[in-house]
């Protein structure tokens, strides 16, 4: 295959923007009631070798007797770079935007308003606090109701006057004491603070009174803006790494700008994006455990500020019904909340898919808003050519594929629905499918017993005629997990349009990370450059995979290496058997992190059957990475030990680990084997590559 070609169609599928949030305003007029909605997109640049940032705006006109009836949507305003912004928000009331901006090594905090920029501070030159936080774990920008004030979360300023080179403050009194931070991805993040600026007087003060044990983020002014709530993380003994983990021990408190604090949620728990309604009256934010799986099935917990009574507006779903609501996996939008009050909006994972939900706090009845077609009666479609299904296997089988007509019938080939927000009731969605890129659509939130008239403001500049199928899958009774029995998993195959006739198409499994994750049948750049370039592509959810309900991820737990690696095999399978067009002698495998990790699993216990592997930052020999990650906790855990901040390795834990590692599995190996290390990742380590890289290379095995 050329490489021409090659680079020619991944410019093409990685250049698509992709909105990333959005922002609604009101306007009442004597007639008419007009909506605008600003979205923020990101787009990959490969001249740069970076990802942009845009905005763009559109303004919706309702109906005068309906207002919840879209009558005429404007031609868009023109994209507007916004890359160089850290962080923006816009105030409630007067509109005035936000903005957090890096320049010349210098961070600066600008008030734009109608009329251009109203106001400008060095916060750099301040030197109230260090890097102001700008991460989706701890960042935010927060107005409060009288628009004079904003929150916003920041390093603590060192006591010292040293400094790096590259200008950053040197930890403690000397450069080589060493400091904690939070682990991949929040690099320099160590002891944050809340911050308040006065816009009056252009002061800015760090607030006081943050327990010492505790490491302060995702902070939102309370009603009437007298005080703050936010949540902590507590770092003692020592910090685990944060990002996809949603297992840390953490807490939300309640901070008034005298220094009282309260704590508001229990003790032992995680907890995360807190969201206070619009009449100032609750307040809703997920929990999960403490340690066990790094992600997991949350619930929904609402807070009465006025009594202090906290109760479950969403449980844990351990074992969903099919078709029904599989759960909470997923951070909340900054924006989720009815007019009213009584409604909140969400995305989450429900199987193979990715899923937009109203859960009503009168009834704590969940509605789904999408448009997500429901399971097939008969799995088996009458124009597809099938084989019967592994004798050993059950599967659902459900194909979607873009109708020549073009998009006369959107709404069956999204297969992911994320929200963006909800404001004014209007609900602005990102909906995409592996044959359709991310597009952007607005909805209102209906009366009870409607649905949603869903509307596209922004349709995708190309789309694909890839054929993409659903598969649910039960593995035999021999792979049947003794203590989580009865559990499936699923798999999304996508095939190109056009194969050549007279050939079987090459297939490439797809194999997500976490694990706790998931791969819905949603847009993805490298699924769909493979499809472009002639491949078929399998993304499995193996059991542990999020979307299947919280026994599902718990079966993972000490199985390791064993029942994912099985049932990524059998999908592969039950894929073959059921299509005939693809080509079984030509099986590549491909995933990062546990994905990578369960590609050198399967080359190495199936090495008969796969032709070629490329793996991205992946686990070789957890006995190894012990030492090196960020996320020791979970080194134990995944092999079935409970852990503890005060753990010592053993020599059985050590085994374990390594029982389940690729390593064990090298010598076997034959097919040609891509690594690609990132050399500075805090949860992988590249020598964990490179320990592959030399067994395979001592015994002249193709390996780069």
């Not at 979307?547 to 095999?569: P, Y």
Request: hydrophobic residues 35%; aromatic residues 8%; glycine residues 8%.
């Amino acid at each position: 295959m050329d490489p021409g070609q090659i680079i020619g169609v991944y410019g093409d599928v990685s250049g698509l923007p992709a909105p990333v949030s959005a922002h609604v305003s009101e306007e009442q007029l004597p007639q008419l009631r007009i909506y605008t909605v600003a979205a923020e997109w990101s787009q990959s640049d490969l001249v740069r070798g970076s990802r942009l940032r845009f905005s763009q705006q559109w303004t919706l006109i309702t109906d005068s007797n309906n207002h919840k009836s879209i009558r005429t949507v404007l031609p868009p305003g023109p994209c507007v770079p916004v890359s160089g912004e850290l962080l923006s928000g816009l105030s409630p009331i007067r509109g005035l935007r936000a903005v957090v901006r890096e320049t010349g090594g210098h961070q600066l905090l600008e008030i734009w308003d109608r009329h251009g920029l109203r106001k400008s501070l060095n916060l750099t030159a301040l030197n109230k606090h260090g890097r102001v936080y700008d991460d989706a774990q701890f960042g935010c920008l927060s107005w409060s109701e009288c628009e004079n004030k904003l929150l916003y979360v920041a390093e603590k300023r060192k006591n010292t006057s040293i400094e790096k080179h590259d200008g950053e403050s040197a930890c403690g009194k000397e450069r080589s004491v060493y400091c904690e931070d939070w682990g991949e991805a929040l690099t320099n993040k160590s002891v944050p603070v809340i911050c308040v600026v006065n816009l009056q007087s252009g002061s800015v003060s760090v607030l006081q009174g943050v327990p010492p044990d505790v490491s302060p983020g995702q902070a939102l002014w309370a009603h009437g803006s007298q005080s703050v709530i936010f949540v902590s993380w507590y770092h003692e003994p020592f910090r685990l790494g944060l990002k996809f983990c949603s297992n840390r021990r953490s807490a939300l408190f309640k901070l008034d700008l005298d220094g009282n604090c309260e704590c508001l949620s229990g003790d032992n728990l995680s907890v995360s994006c807190p969201r206070l309604s619009p009449d100032g009256s609750t307040l809703i934010y997920l929990q999960g455990r403490v340690f066990g799986p790094h992600n997991q099935c949350l619930s929904l917990q609402q807070l009465d500020l006025k009594s202090g009574k906290t109760s479950t507006l969403l449980d844990v779903v351990n074992r969903p019904q099919s078709g029904e609501f599989a759960g909470v996996y997923e951070s909340l939008p900054s924006c989720c909340w009815s007019a009213d009050s009584q409604r909140v909006v969400f995305s989450s994972a429900r199987r193979n898919w990715k899923d937009l939900f109203m859960v009503d706090r009168r009834s704590n009845k969940v509605t789904p808003l999408s448009d997500i077609p429901p399971p097939p009666s008969d799995p088996l479609l009458p124009d597809s050519p099938l084989l019967p299904p592994p004798p050993s296997s059950h599967l659902h089988h459900q194909e979607h594929k873009r109708e020549k007509e073009g998009l006369s019938d959107l709404s069956q080939v999204y297969g992911s629905w994320k929200l963006l927000t909800i404001q004014k009731d209007l609900m602005v969605v990102c909906c995409s499918s592996p044959s359709t890129p991310p597009t952007l659509r607005v909805g209102f939130l209906p009366s009870a017993g409607e649905a949603v008239t869903w509307q596209t403001l922004q349709q995708p500049t190309m789309t694909f005629d890839f054929h993409w199928t659903v598969l649910d899958v039960t593995p035999p009774p021999e792979e049947d997990n003794t203590h989580y029995s009865g559990l499936d998993f699923g798999a999304v195959l996508v095939k190109p349009s056009c194969p050549l006739q007279e050939a079987k198409i090459p297939l490439v499994v797809f194999i997500h990370g976490g694990p706790h994750s998931q791969f819905p049948a949603e847009w993805n750049c490298t699924t769909a450059g493979l499809a472009k370039l002639g491949f078929a592509v399998l993304m499995v959810n193996y059991r542990g995979s999020t979307g299947f309900g919280q026994d599902s991820i718990l079966s993972l737990i000490g199985q390791i290496g064993s029942q994912d690696v099985k049932d990524v095999q059998m999908g592969v399978l039950t894929a073959l058997q059921m299509d005939i067009t693809l080509d079984s002698k030509r099986l590549a495998v491909i995933g990062g992190s546990h994905g990578g990790f369960l590609s050198c699993h399967l080359v190495g216990q199936y090495p008969e059957f796969y032709r070629a592997c490329a793996a991205r930052n992946p686990v070789i020999n957890a006995a190894t990475l012990l030492g090196t990650s960020d996320i020791v906790d979970w080194r134990y855990t995944s092999v079935g030990f409970q852990y503890s901040y005060d753990q010592i390795p053993t020599a059985e834990a050590l085994a374990a680990m390594l029982e389940m590692s690729p390593i064990t599995h090298a010598a076997q190996i034959k097919a040609p084997v891509l690594l690609m290390l990132g050399g500075k990742d805090r949860r992988v380590s590249p020598h964990q590559g490179l320990e592959l890289y030399k067994a395979l290379k001592s015994r002249a095995l193709p390996v780069r």
